[in-house]
């Protein structure tokens, strides 16, 4: 299969794998360069250093989960939060937010300030199709809503010690924490969403589960 992406395309994508498989401080310019399989010059010649780089990193996640998550409320919103940064198709997206939320680096303010916006704009829309709450204060749940799934992202060690569940894989539904994972959500955030619409969550949760004994 013939790679067409162009070389600065190559680059950002060969960060985001090295940052999503060992942290940001592996993803030296040389590092991503062999990765890439271009020449060390070209970093500079498209982004100037490796500090541009990565914010263009995390722009690009930015903007494919923020594209995902349009779809996923066009369709029919879902409960899980991080459900929209699985469906973007990209095996290192989890991987890359996990690594890379935890580092004091420039442009993650950034990146967080515009997943906090981006989810006010899904709530609203949640809101006007009858599937969710609405609030007083749409801007503070809106943050409090994507913290807590970041936050979850950024233990996720933690969360598959207590769940037996990784959060960072992409077949989420199909491992054996997973029903119990989301009912206690719906049970923290039970005045989130439309009574109706978390009786329909809990229905298919049940069915999973039952499926998976």
Known sequence: MIDDRTNSARLRDACIEIVAEAGTKAATARAVAERAGVS???????????????AACDQHVADLVRSKKEEAIAQGAGFDALGAVRATGSDHVMGYLAMRLGDDAEGINDLVDLMIADAEGYIRAGVAAG????????HARAAMLTLYALGSLSLHKHLERHF??????????AQPGFSRYVKVQMEVFSGLLEPSVLHQYAAVLDQLAQEQR
Do not use: C
């Not at 599937?131 to 749409?138: A, C, G, I, V």
């Not at 037996?164 to 539904?173: E, F, N, T």
């Open 164 to 173: 037996g569940l990784d959060v960072r894989s992409a077949d989420l539904p």
């Open 131 to 138: 599937m969710m709450t609405p609030s007083d204060d749409e």
């Open 40 to 54: 060390l010059g070209l970093i500079r010649h498209h982004f100037g250093s490796m500090g541009q780089l990565l």
